[in-house]
């Protein structure tokens, strides 16, 4: 009896391994896939996630443990939901082995947006613009309040009428949050017709700026897809080969806190945050149809026997208000080296130069402008000081009229400020560009 015991007590540890193995199956973490019904939800709370686990194909999410790798702290059950907006990743661990890959999920505030049915209204008190407010393409009107920004009134209803002429702007509120978006309706006079709107952008370069050709790319992009809605002014940094040693320019660096390069400016209003070429045509159309133009530009210009190029440029407005004027000779197809991506290319062309302002990027003090009253200002750029400029990009002192445009700027104040409100571009030889209409 006792040496059964004693082969028993030899063996029993081999029963032991062989009872385990029996019993227990080595996991492969290779076949452990978490997955989510969908990639986003708003960070309300309104909306959830749900995970799967699966292992070998087999669904064993009851049985798994959901983890957010972001935050690292597991989950209750296999659903999430937070107010905390950003990107979150997520894997599971089954029999405490981790899933072989992550689900990713994005929280985002959902977008509020604000439109109208027409861009602008007779001053009549009649006619009417009707908005529509949505929140991530649901319609919220009925719950939601539109303001009129300009006068910091509330709407009564979804509908606007006056009888005072001008540009108003709107927004709208819903569930204690501001539309995405401010919308401007212009209330005209008797006008056939609403001026043509085009955006003025100043891209903030430099020929060393290893970056910025992607900038000029996506402007490019947008100036062709846009058509005749887009004009670019390339302001060059004073250490760039292509600065024009006009210090007024350099003021425009501080002035709008330009920090780093590439930065695009728009009408002095707002910066360009990327250079995705499809965010940066998407804001340009926004500034467009948000800030209806309230002026009007005409230019004509003649090359004398001299040289130089005379300029007349007028213009005409909707609104009386305070105004500037700006002119602007630009050049076109400038080669010179340009740093791409860290290498240098001999040969780059450089489009919308600057030459010269006049009298300075921030223009002619108008003063006030009277609803349908037109202004007119001249000036000459003088082939001498072209060609001073031009030898300060250490270029030939010859200036190809062919190359050059006039670029004419108007700037309307609003509050203690002045953004650009429409301009227009036209021929430095022998040109002529008359008022457009929508």
């Not at 391994?17 to 986003?40: F, H, R």
């Not at 999920?105 to 009549?124: E, G, H």
């Not at 009277?370 to 000036?379: N, T």
């Amino acid at each position: 009896m006792k040496s059964l015991i004693k082969i028993l007590f030899l063996f029993s540890p081999l029963f032991l391994i062989l009872g385990c193995s029996g019993s227990s199956e080595s996991i492969d973490t290779e076949n452990i896939v978490i997955s989510v019904n969908k990639d986003s939800i708003q960070a309300d709370k309104s909306e959830k996630v749900t995970f799967t686990v699966l292992y070998k194909n087999k669904d064993v999410t009851s049985e798994s443990e959901i983890w957010n790798q972001t935050a690292n702290m597991k989950i209750n059950g296999n659903t999430f939901t937070t107010t905390t907006v950003g990107n979150y990743s997520f894997y599971a661990r089954y029999k405490n082995v981790k899933s072989v890959n992550t689900s990713n999920v994005s929280v985002y505030i959902p977008k509020i947006v604000i439109s109208a049915d027409v861009s602008s209204i007779k001053a009549d008190g009649k006619s009417k613009v009707t908005f529509t407010v949505k929140c991530n393409d649901k319609d919220v009107t009925s719950s939601a309040e539109i303001w009129n920004k300009t006068k910091n009134i509330k709407l009564d209803g979804n509908t606007f009428s006056s009888s005072e002429i001008g540009n108003f702007v709107f927004y709208a509120q819903y569930d204690g949050r501001n539309t995405d978006n401010n919308l401007s309706i212009q209330v005209l006079g008797n006008y056939a017709h609403n001026f043509y709107t085009r955006v003025c952008v100043m891209d903030f370069t430099a020929t060393w700026c290893q970056f910025c050709p992607y900038m000029m790319s996506a402007l490019a992009k947008a100036v062709q897809d846009y058509s005749d809605r887009i004009l670019v002014l390339a302001i060059h940094d004073s250490s760039s080969d292509l600065h024009s040693g006009d210090n007024s320019v350099y003021s425009l660096f501080n002035d709008f806190t330009v920090d780093g390069i590439p930065t695009g400016l728009y009408n002095f209003r707002n910066k360009l945050e990327s250079y995705s070429s499809s965010y940066v045509l998407s804001a340009l159309k926004q500034e467009v149809q948000n800030n209806s133009a309230m002026t009007g530009i005409a230019v004509s210009t003649k090359v004398n026997s001299d040289n130089n190029i005379e300029v007349v440029a007028k213009m005409s407005t909707h609104e009386t208000n305070n105004y500037k004027l700006t002119m602007c000779l630009v050049e076109d197809n400038i080669k010179n080296r340009q740093n791409e991506g860290g290498t240098y290319t001999s040969n780059f062309v450089h489009n919308n130069i600057p030459l010269k302002f006049y009298p300075e990027p921030y223009g002619f003090d108008l003063g006030s402008v009277k609803a349908d009253e037109e202004k007119s200002i001249s000036h000459t750029f003088t082939n001498k000081e072209l060609s001073t400029v031009r030898t300060n990009m250490k270029l030939s002192t010859t200036l190809d009229y062919a190359n050059c445009r006039v670029v004419v700027y108007v700037s309307r104040k609003s509050g203690n400020k002045y953004y650009i409100d429409n301009t227009v571009s036209c021929p430095a030889k022998n040109g002529s560009v008359d008022y457009k209409y929508e």
